[in-house]
Structures are given as structure tokens and as C-alpha cells.
């Protein structure tokens, strides 16, 4: 057997309420899966909830706060697949990063993360969301580049401890998720820039961010690894 099926299994896809995390949870309905989304906001993960076609269970969760997670744990029973795709950056400077915007970001990333497999304890695999500007810094992005790269060395070192149980990172790059919204226009010459510097010649789409991790969560081989997905960007 080269894959494991999703179909009857658990998937709870954390912080679910963004475009790749909406798009992962209608793919796992259609392959069969009970999936779980949840979100800060009971109205924001409600609505993500009504725009999926299929049955999916809807839970409030602030990574910040252990009693929500331990609460997640009580709503969820079993869990055969954690996946989590929370982000609170904490850009700029450091001379301007103020220490609680940096807090909230190892919380989203990395503590978040550690705590949802403390109380979650996921059966078969748990995808974690890390991302390229680890292995590509700018300046203002130290924070940023910091807690992803502190994702790629977690899912290592959690694959170890929590085997047989898989744990692997997921790198995206430029991806048309809906964050890159608010930037306007400018969102069109970021993603006509990325798309002409990288050796895939594209920016990525939420479809293939959400192939490639439930690729990943039914690969019973792969643990321990970070998937770029960011077209080659990190390459040039
Ligand atoms: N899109 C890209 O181009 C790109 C590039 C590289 C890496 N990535 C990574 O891919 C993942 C998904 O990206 P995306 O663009 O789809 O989403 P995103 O816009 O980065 O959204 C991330 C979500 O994290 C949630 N969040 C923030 N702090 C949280 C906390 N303390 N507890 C629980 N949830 C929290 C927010 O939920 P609320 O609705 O509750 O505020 C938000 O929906 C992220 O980890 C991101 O860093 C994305």
C-alpha cells in the first residue's frame, strides 16, 4: 500500500479560515474525509464552513491560549490528521517590533503548533505550515523568516519523538491565498515580478498547496521533511 485513504478520517485543519485552509477542507470532504475547520471567530469559521460543499465540523481556537486548545481537544475526540496553517507575522524593523506582536507569532507558528499535539495527539499525521522567506530573509522579515524556520526544525524533531505518527513542514511561496489582498494593485506587479523571477514561471494557487499536503498526509513514507512549494523561488 502506497497511500493511506482519507476517506472516514479525522482532518482538523487549524486557523481553516483562509483561502489555502478553505480550499484543503473542501478537498478533504471530497476525498471522504470528517473535517474539523476552526478559527479565532465563530462568525469568520462559520461562514468558511457555509461556503464548503459537504458536512464540516466548525470549533473556535486562538493558538495564543492553551485552555482553547485543550477545548478544541475535548470537541474533536479522535484526530487522525492535524494540519495547521496559522500566521500572525510581525513585520518591520526590529529597532520598531514590540515584544507581544513577536510573541504572537512564535504562538501562531511554533507554541501554537507544540501545544495542539500535546492535547490533540493526532493518530497518523500533523502538517505544519512554515514558509520561504525562512530560507530567503529579508530585511523587516527577521521575525517571520524566524518562526518558519523554527516550523521546518519542529516537524524534524517531532517526527522523531511522535513516530509512527508522520510530521512534515510545508513551504509555500507566493501563493494567491487572499493575504495578499489588501496590497490593491500592488498585488498584481508582486505576482507578475515573483511569477517572472521563479523557475516555475507562476505564482502558486491554493489548488496546488491543498494537492500537495493531502499528497502528503496519505504518503505513509513521508515524515520529517519540508515540501517547497514555491515554484523553485528559493532557488534564485
Ligand atoms: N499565502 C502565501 O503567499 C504564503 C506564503 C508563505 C507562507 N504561507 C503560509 O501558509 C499558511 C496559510 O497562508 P494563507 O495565506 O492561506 O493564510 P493567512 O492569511 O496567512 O492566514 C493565516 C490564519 O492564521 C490565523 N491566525 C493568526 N493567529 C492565530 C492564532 N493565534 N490562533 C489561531 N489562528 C491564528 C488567522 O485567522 P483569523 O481569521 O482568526 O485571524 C488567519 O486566517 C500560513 O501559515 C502562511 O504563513 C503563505
Given at each position: 500500500?502506497?497511500?493511506?485513504?482519507?476517506?472516514?478520517?479525522?482532518?482538523?485543519?487549524?486557523?481553516?479560515?483562509?483561502?489555502?485552509?478553505?480550499?484543503?477542507?473542501?478537498?478533504?470532504?471530497?476525498?471522504?474525509?470528517?473535517?474539523?475547520?476552526t478559527?479565532?471567530?465563530?462568525?469568520?469559521?462559520?461562514?468558511?464552513?457555509?461556503?464548503?460543499?459537504?458536512?464540516?465540523?466548525?470549533?473556535v481556537v486562538d493558538?495564543?491560549?492553551?485552555?482553547s486548545?485543550?477545548?478544541l481537544?475535548?470537541?474533536?475526540?479522535?484526530?487522525?490528521?492535524?494540519?495547521?496553517?496559522?500566521?500572525?507575522?510581525?513585520?518591520?524593523?526590529?529597532?520598531?517590533?514590540?515584544?507581544?506582536?513577536?510573541?504572537?507569532?512564535?504562538?501562531?507558528?511554533?507554541?501554537?503548533?507544540?501545544?495542539?499535539?500535546?492535547?490533540?495527539?493526532?493518530?497518523?499525521?500533523?502538517?505544519?505550515?512554515?514558509?520561504?522567506?525562512?530560507?530567503?530573509?529579508?530585511?523587516?522579515?527577521?521575525?517571520?523568516?524566524?518562526?518558519?524556520?523554527?516550523?521546518?526544525?519542529?516537524?524534524?524533531?517531532?517526527?522523531?519523538?511522535?513516530?509512527?505518527?508522520?510530521?512534515?513542514?510545508?513551504?509555500?511561496?507566493?501563493?494567491?491565498?487572499?493575504?495578499?489582498?489588501?496590497?490593491?494593485?500592488?498585488?498584481?506587479?508582486?505576482?507578475?515580478?515573483?511569477?517572472?523571477?521563479?523557475?516555475?514561471?507562476?505564482?502558486?494557487?491554493?489548488?496546488?498547496?491543498?494537492?500537495?499536503?493531502?499528497?502528503?498526509?496519505?504518503?505513509?513514507?513521508?515524515?520529517?521533511?519540508?515540501?517547497?512549494?514555491?515554484?523553485?523561488?528559493?532557488?534564485?
Amino acid at each position: 500500500m502506497t497511500t493511506t485513504e482519507l476517506k472516514g478520517r479525522h482532518v482538523v485543519i487549524v486557523a481553516g479560515t483562509s483561502g489555502i485552509g478553505r480550499k484543503l477542507a473542501q478537498d478533504a470532504v471530497d476525498q471522504g474525509a470528517e473535517v474539523t475547520i476552526t478559527g479565532r471567530r465563530a462568525d469568520a469559521v462559520q461562514a468558511v464552513a457555509d461556503s464548503i460543499e459537504g458536512s464540516v465540523q466548525t470549533a473556535v481556537v486562538d493558538l495564543g491560549n492553551e485552555e482553547s486548545i485543550a477545548e478544541l481537544a475535548r470537541q474533536c475526540g479522535v484526530v487522525d490528521h492535524l494540519i495547521s496553517l496559522a500566521n500572525a507575522p510581525a513585520k518591520g524593523p526590529v529597532e520598531s517590533l514590540e515584544r507581544e506582536a513577536v510573541t504572537c507569532a512564535f504562538d501562531a507558528k511554533v507554541i501554537g503548533p507544540l501545544l495542539l499535539v500535546k492535547h490533540l495527539r493526532p493518530t497518523a499525521s500533523v502538517t505544519l505550515f512554515s514558509g520561504i522567506v525562512a530560507w530567503r530573509p529579508r530585511p523587516g522579515m527577521a521575525v517571520t523568516a524566524t518562526t518558519n524556520g523554527a516550523v521546518a526544525f519542529l516537524a524534524e524533531a517531532l517526527a522523531v519523538e511522535l513516530a509512527p505518527v508522520r510530521v512534515n513542514a510545508v513551504s509555500p511561496g507566493i501563493v494567491d491565498s487572499g493575504a495578499w489582498d489588501g496590497l490593491g494593485v500592488a498585488k498584481d506587479k508582486l505576482f507578475a515580478d515573483a511569477a517572472a523571477k521563479n523557475p516555475a514561471r507562476r505564482i502558486g494557487t491554493t489548488d496546488d498547496i491543498s494537492a500537495a499536503v493531502l499528497s502528503a498526509i496519505t504518503n505513509p513514507f513521508l515524515t520529517g521533511t519540508v515540501l517547497h512549494l514555491d515554484g523553485g523561488a528559493r532557488l534564485v
